[in-house]
């Protein structure tokens, strides 16, 4: 499967973004996927991830109840509502794909086995 996510750009401290990542290939309904993000000087970290049927969700607790993921597997995309935003969620954002769609919603990005391509997000204080 291959990723494109769109939608990175600059933000106002408490403003919103949304992020999408577009997928290619079949049977994107059986991967989950996650959004990672990394900050210049930093470690890639986990921001979120949905197992395939959309149904189950999981958040690092830097993001929870400020970002939302979501999926359209009749568009193959997933999004990345992104609402009071910080300062320091200023990074790269990645989509990625768990081909296990493992019930466990990995955090760890090694886990992973497709990624995209990064888009950035720049939010001003």
């Known amino acids: 499967v291959q990723l494109q996510a769109s939608g990175g750009g600059l933000a106002q401290a408490g403003g919103s973004l949304r992020l999408s990542c577009a997928a290619s290939?079949?049977?994107?309904?059986?991967?989950?996927m996650g959004w990672f993000r990394q900050a210049p000087g930093k470690e890639r970290e986990f921001a979120a991830a949905i197992r395939g049927s959309g149904v189950t969700t999981r958040y690092a607790d830097s993001v929870k109840g400020r970002f939302t993921i979501s999926r359209d597997n009749a568009k193959n995309t997933v999004s990345l509502q992104m609402n009071s935003l910080k300062p320091e969620d200023t990074a790269i954002y990645y989509c990625a794909a768990d081909r296990s769609d493992s019930r466990y919603l990995y955090s760890e990005a090694s886990e992973y086995d497709y990624w995209g391509q990064g888009t950035e997000v720049t939010v001003s204080s």
């Open positions: 290939g079949r049977s994107f309904s059986r991967y989950g």
